[in-house]
């Protein structure tokens, strides 16, 4: 099956929780989102907010990594609900801005409206647009990776 190319939209707080624990979880842990990943797929995340209505806005992509050959489980996110989420690994990056990047993704066809795209929790897009975003995060493995699937 051909690798998948993901963008997850969540706060930064929520992102850095599945950083540090090894995971990835989209659409508030909705066990379908989870599930249309599969092993070795590609994810980014963009978070509009550092917070869940705090935090001030980011608008960045703040994560980089792939999904672990692993079953989606559900785990708890507190407040007594459950979430699903799969076994990730996250590759060193640096945040980059949407803004410069605006012009150079092809899901993007108004700049002035790009935000429109973002309300989504999860969206698949191109192996070309995500170069463009693991380029402007300087992720190196990431970048590796879409050079090893081209031989």
Sequence with gaps: ???GYWIGVA????VMMGVR????MFAH???????????GDLFTYYAPMGGMGTGGQIRAFVAIGTVLDVAPEAKP?????MGW???ARYFEAEDASIYPLLGHLSFIKDAQHWGIH???????VSEADFR???????????IALLEDAKT
């Design 11 to 14: 706060a930064r707080q929520h």
């Design 29 to 39: 842990g909705d066990h379908r989102a989870v599930e249309k990943l599969g092993a």
């Design 1 to 3: 099956m051909p690798r």
């Design 77 to 81: 996110m507190g407040n007594s609900m």
């Design 132 to 142: 463009v975003i693991a380029e402007a995060m300087n992720a190196a493995p990431a």
């Design 118 to 124: 973002f309300r989504k929790s999860l969206f698949k």
């Design 85 to 87: 989420q799969r076994g």
């Design 21 to 24: 624990d090894g995971y990835c």
